[in-house]
């Protein structure tokens, strides 16, 4: 019920203009009290309302919100054929969303995207911000038909499909950092989430979330623990999140299919033109150990090759990270 009232309050605000408590409390048959309420948990969310006697209540900035029709318009101009997208406003999180209907029926390549998550997750039980309309949110589902050998390049293949999107829609190079972040002059720009479902051998189920930062408000950026950046910031063209989710869903379908096809060789070239740390210091923390070496880029499989007293290491992935020096 409080989902149902706090999304009809946010198309009211989206709308632009200034709304009456009034209106509102009777258009939804509660009290201007419980209205009240209501607005101050989408503030907690991170939208930026604010009042003014007599007239009602506002957003700060204009908003135009997800949609699933204005996604599949600009997705019927891409390359690949539209899948099934279902936009939510209110989340705990698209990959848990899609991770709960593996077991039901779920198609290859649907979509979740989302306003806000309120339990969004990132890598090693992080948790991932998730303010109102201000960021994508994004999972995709992807059934690995090689068996979860296959899942080690998945997050390097995404990483690709946002380096495109990126590209084609703002002219803007992002750097890449294994296993699966996206950096932009040197800070975080986006992340990415795979979680697995299956047997070791035989077809697997993949959901992969993208977190791409895009209008990072001041407040939001108080809890983030690392030097991050938003896409915003570094183009004068206003980002359609719907335009972005739309030619994001495509290029990743278009790496995905080709990694199906050929696996990760044709993409390892383009890995090493963007990767942040090519021949530069790094230090692979994995737990409490470190090691310290020169990166030397990925092999074919997407493993991390790690130069170290001379000999090259061939590290997967799992719960590793690495830092550098730059
Ligand atoms: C990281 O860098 O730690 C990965 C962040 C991944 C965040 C995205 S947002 C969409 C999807 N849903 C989640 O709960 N997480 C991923």
């Known amino acids: ?120 997750r990132g890598r090693r039980g992080r948790q991932w911000q998730s303010p109102f309309g201000s960021h994508l949110y994004l999972s995709m589902y992807w059934r690995l038909e090689q068996g979860i050998a296959a899942a080690m390049g998945l997050s390097l293949v995404t990483a690709l499909a946002v380096s495109d999107a990126i590209k084609q829609l703002y002219g803007l190079s992002v750097q890449l950092k294994w296993p699966n972040d996206i950096y932009l002059t040197n800070r975080k720009l986006a992340g990415i989430l795979i979680e697995l479902e299956g047997q070791t051998s035989g077809p697997s189920h993949s ?53 199906q096809e050929q696996g990760l060789a044709s993409m390892v070239t383009q890995w090493h033109n963007q990767d942040i740390y090519l021949n530069k210091k790094v230090r692979l923390v994995t737990g409490d150990r470190q090691i310290e070496g020169l990166c030397r880029g990925i092999n074919n499989q997407g493993a991390l090759l790690l130069e170290v007293s001379g000999k090259v290491k061939t590290i997967y992935g799992g719960e590793v990270s690495l830092r550098g020096e730059l």
């Open 207 to 259: 959901i992969i979330g993208i977190g791409l930062n895009l209008n990072m408000s001041a407040k939001s950026a108080e809890v983030i623990d690392q030097p991050w950046t938003d896409l915003q910031s570094h183009t004068r063209i206003l980002i359609d999140r719907n335009q972005l989710s739309a030619v994001l869903i495509d290029c990743l379908q278009q790496r995905l299919s080709l990694y």
């Open 1 to 120: 019920m409080s989902k149902t009232i706090r999304e009809t309050l946010v198309r009211s605000l989206a709308t632009g203009g200034f709304v009456s408590g009034q209106t509102l409390a009777e258009q939804l048959g509660v009290s201007r009290t419980a209205i009240a309420k209501h607005i101050d948990a989408l503030t907690g969310m991170g939208l930026d309302i604010f009042r003014v006697q007599g007239k009602g209540y506002k957003l700060a900035k204009p908003l135009v919100l997800l949609s699933k029709d204005a996604i599949n318009t600009f997705l019927a101009s891409g390359k690949t054929q539209t899948k099934s997208i279902e936009v939510h406003s209110i989340i705990d999180s698209t990959n848990s969303y899609l991770m709960r209907r593996i077991s039901s029926q779920i198609s290859q390549g649907e979509v979740c995207v989302a306003e806000y998550q309120s339990a969004g």
